[in-house]
């Protein structure tokens, strides 16, 4: 009797197990990636790997979750580009609540099989800018526009969404609380979260940018997160250019240490990685050349004060426009594009303390007397301790020598070496001025 139970017992729970793990298996899946922060080339390979991962392991939707407040032109672009050849149904979310998705962002929002916002964010100002200094002339600030306008009605008109409004984004800049969006159809739907977003885009049919027809089921669906590879995570750290800024600087002091002590070859090759990993992130960056040549003048004026006694007034001018480059080096509209000034004050404090005491150290040592070697002994005074006449013996730097003078020199007498001749010093008088 107490064997059937456990039998029952087993067959009840082998069962329940075999009907969760069907469950499980026909739950439908999501593959969700953030697009946080701005939006650059690595944003792009994100995007595109993500896709990959949801086409693979045959997801019925990839979420991508906005919070961005634009980016460049360029990356923007490659990123829509994978969205709208997706073979996965993509919806795009802006999310958390007080998040974003202005300038590119709205772009990307846009180009999703459907658009959704939380409660508490807002999207549009997309009104293109100049990057890298200086403002475009009129026909060339009309063409940006009208390029950039017409790539949003051509993707809302495909989306079924207000591309007369979403204009207005382009050309006036206007932006959208989420509530604003929804009911003049910039998206179709607002969800607190991603549970009630999978539970609202269940059973609605989507149309494609390829004109075909996908029915979405998400509800109960399970979220898998697309995880960044390190090389991913890596390159979007660098692109911040506050730390492109740090890595540039210590590559440049580690290259510095390098000249200044040939052989150490460790400081030579983290250095120019450094270095070129961060010219690299700041390549593709709005670059404004005035603050590259504060940078410069900053380099300069380190030299000058390790060269001049200047009592600190050129390292301090130094520090200064290092501060100034430092801030003016990235000309972007958009702060997170920025060089900040705490960044710029925490490198060029330290920055030039170390480089003068280097630059300064290295100067003292070129110029100091050689106390080494044949050299060294040149212009070394001692005494003789037997008469040269011409040759005889004497006593310099802690050591008896055999010496040669021109003029005869007697015993006691101080003498200057002149010369050196393999073991042999070459020797003068020095004249006796006690007045004696």
Known sequence: MYSVGRLRIGLITVTALAFAAQTLAAAPKVVAVKVDGMVHPVTTEIVRAAIAQAKQQNADLLLVRLNTPGGLMDAMRETIEAILASPVPVVTYVAPSGGRAASAGFFILESGDMAAMAPGTNTGAAHPVALGGGEMDAVMKQKVENDAAAYMR????????????????????????????????????????????????????????????????TAGAVIEEYRPSARQKFISAIADPNIALVMLVIGALCIYVEFTSPGAIAPGVVGAILAL???????????????????????????????????????????????????????????????????????????????????????????????????????????????????????????YWDAVAPLAVSAGARVRVVSMDKLKLMVEPVPDRSGG
């Open 277 to 399: 990993l961060a010219l690299s992130a700041l390549s593709v960056l709005p670059i404004n050349w005035l603050g590259a040549a504060l940078l410069v003048l900053a380099f300069t004026l380190f030299a000058l004060e390790a060269k001049f006694a200047s009592h600190g007034v050129l390292a301090a001018g130094g520090a200064v426009s290092m501060v100034l480059g430092a801030v003016m080096l990235i000309d972007s509209p958009f702060p997170e594009m920025r060089i900040h000034w705490s960044t710029a004050i925490a490198l060029a404090v330290p920055f030039t303390a170390i480089t003068v005491l280097l630059l300064t150290l290295a100067l003292r040592a070129r110029r100091a007397k050689i106390e080494t070697g044949s050299e060294g002994m040149i212009g070394e005074i001692g005494s003789a301790i037997t008469a040269l006449a011409p040759q005889g013996k004497v006593f310099v730097h802690g050591e």
């Open 154 to 217: 051509s993707i809302c008109a495909k989306r079924g969404r207000n591309s007369a409004l979403a204009e207005t984004a382009v050309r006036e800049s206007k932006s959208f609380a989420d509530r604003e969006a929804l009911d003049q159809h910039l998206i179709d739907l607002i969800a607190p979260n991603e549970p009630a977003l999978l539970t609202a885009l269940d059973g609605r049919t989507v149309t494609r940018f390829d004109g075909s027809t996908h029915t979405l089921h």
